[in-house]
């Protein structure tokens, strides 16, 4: 099993910029399919951007694309959200999660039922 912590969550203004960071623990990332998601208040946790598992390919979510680099460093273990020009409608708590499943090398999972280990979560709360 792995297990996944995320870090860099907190407050900014709207237009400023964060990154989250993922590091896995208990196994490496390799050969598994990542994706972050997040979650607001009173709604579903949906999929923002993520990795195939061979990490040939990536995939955001539209209201993110030209905002949000997923990226990973596999000699730390590490998986990075890198958060730019930042809205308060990105504002919710965003997890990391990671599975083995084979949806193919190029194939990314948008669901959260796709996914079998999550971390706990870090807040982002953007101002305006």
């Known amino acids: 099993q792995v297990q996944l912590a995320e870090s860099g969550g907190g407050l900014v203004q709207a237009g400023g910029s964060l990154r989250l960071s993922c590091v896995a623990s208990g196994r490496t990332f390799m050969g598994y399919a990542i994706g972050w998601f997040r979650q607001a208040p009173g709604k579903e946790r949906e999929f923002v951007a993520g990795?195939?598992?061979?990490?040939?390919?990536?995939d955001y979510r539209d209201s993110v694309k030209g905002r949000f680099t997923i990226s990973r460093d596999n000699a730390k273990n590490t998986v990075y959200l890198e958060m730019n020009s930042l809205k308060p409608e990105d504002t919710a708590v965003y997890y990391c999660a990671a599975t083995r499943r084979d949806f193919g090398p190029w194939n990314i999972g948008f669901g959260v039922h796709e996914y079998d280990y999550w971390g706990q979560g870090t807040q982002v709360t953007v101002s305006s």
């Open positions: 990795f195939s598992w061979s990490g040939a390919n990536t």
